[in-house]
């Protein structure tokens, strides 16, 4: 179950040319406003969401189009260099996952905190799990929702 593609490299370069490979294999452009996109995404660290991505593209001074956006994520998910993830709203939120390994998230009901984990007692069970049913697993994901440190504090 890796988490990056084969040729993918962990690098923003790496990854900006994998993507443009994925999309010339798909028969479409590498264009100016999908880099921008793209160069985005793989220099935030946070789980973003489509809006706030565009709105950080905009007050850059870059001139993408909401459709632009969302289409341009879904499409770097499909080329294995983004993940969506639904943290417990109504909206997608994205990360990409260059050189990240496999992590599973925690979402503070209170607050919205977003605290990334690792267990590999937990990839392990997933990994004999699939392997006992025969089943080829592409990834998995485990969400946790509760009350940060914070959030879980009584009030004095």
């Known amino acids: 179950m890796a988490t990056t ?11 900006l040319r994998s993507f443009g490979q994925h999309l010339a294999a798909d028969g479409l452009k590498f ?37 632009t956006v969302y289409r341009t994520l879904d499409l770097l998910v499909g080329a294995g260099l983004a993940r969506k993830v639904r943290l417990g709203t109504d909206h997608n939120f994205f990360e990409h996952i260059l050189g990240r390994r496999q992590h599973e998230h ?6 919205g905190q977003v605290i990334e984990w690792f267990d590999p007692q937990l990839a392990r069970l997933v990994e004999r799990n699939t392997q006992e049913q025969g089943f080829a697993a592409a990834r998995y994901t485990v969400q946790v929702f509760g009350r940060c440190a914070d959030c879980a504090e009584p009030e004095s």
């Open 31 to 67: 264009t100016g406003e999908r880099r921008a996109i793209a160069t985005a995404l793989f220099e935030s660290d946070a789980h973003l969401e489509a809006e706030e991505l565009l709105l950080r593209l905009r007050h850059s001074g870059s001139r993408v189009s909401r459709a």
């Open 5 to 15: 593609p084969v040729n993918a490299s962990t690098s923003v370069a790496g990854a």
């Open 106 to 111: 925690m979402v503070c009901v209170g607050c």
